[in-house]
């Protein structure tokens, strides 16, 4: 069955950052308003990164935010290839310098060994406030690929993925979908068609399909 997608089109990419971040800050600024805190799950890549410049500066109460990651490649925050790094460089700066951040690397030397001890870090945080993804050209989202683990409704909360170049750890799609927002933020022509190829398919071949149902896309040329 063909997903319908509640689909959001910018002019462009700047466009697209600045009005996502202003609807996230909203939808934290409510949770807030009833609720005694708020958790916001990001995605790691280049594409949120001006999102995140915009969305550190908006006017919230920060220090009742709990911020983790859709996924972790398993590496030390000084590697170049950390979300954890990114996050911290890009978002949780200016105002957001107040939030507290819940990382899922351990410095373990393998994620299992931890990886108890991680979700129940997390656990008291969940289910999220709002949840920002992306959403690769093979229509990956987090570290849930085509036809990998963490895609099954029983699925647990962390999910250990091997991409052969390295261990990554990531929320399953249960985890993600719980949340009371999801949106899934994507640019460029490739990835519009592999969105549209994503609606035909089922989650197994392509992973963003497990969160259309409950997301709104925003997409950019």
């Known amino acids: 069955m063909t997903a319908r997608v509640d689909l959001v089109e910018y002019a462009d990419a700047e466009m697209l950052a600045l009005d996502l971040a202003t609807i996230i800050a909203d939808e934290l600024a409510g949770v807030l308003r009833i609720e005694d805190r708020a958790t916001l799950v990001v995605p790691g890549g280049t594409t949120p990164a001006p999102l995140f410049d915009a969305l550190s500066g908006a006017d919230i109460d920060w220090a009742r935010v709990d911020v983790m990651l859709s996924d972790e490649r398993w590496v030390p925050e000084a590697d170049a290839r950390s979300n954890a790094?990114?996050?911290r460089a890009r978002l949780l700066t200016g105002r957001a310098a107040a939030a507290t951040f819940?990382?899922?690397?351990?410095?373990?030397?393998?994620?299992?060994?931890?990886?108890?001890?991680?979700e129940a870090m997390l656990i008291p945080h969940l289910p999220a406030s709002v949840v920002l993804l992306g959403m690769g050209a093979d229509t990956h989202t987090a570290s849930l690929f085509p036809g990998g683990a963490g895609l099954d409704p029983a699925a647990p909360l962390l999910v250990v993925i091997d991409t052969q170049?390295?261990?990554?750890?990531?929320?399953?799609?249960?985890?993600l979908r719980a949340a009371l927002a999801v949106h899934v933020m994507i640019t460029g022509a490739e990835k519009r068609l592999a969105l549209d190829r994503a609606t035909g398919l089922p989650p197994e071949q392509a992973p963003i399909r497990a969160v259309l149902d409950v997301a709104q896309v925003h997409w950019a040329p």
Request: no cysteine; aromatic share 6%; proline share 10%.
């Open 102 to 118: 819940l990382p899922f690397y351990t410095g373990a030397p393998d994620p299992d060994d931890t990886l108890a001890e991680v």
């Open 85 to 87: 790094g990114l996050v």
């Open 165 to 175: 170049d390295m261990l990554r750890v990531t929320l399953s799609a249960r985890v």
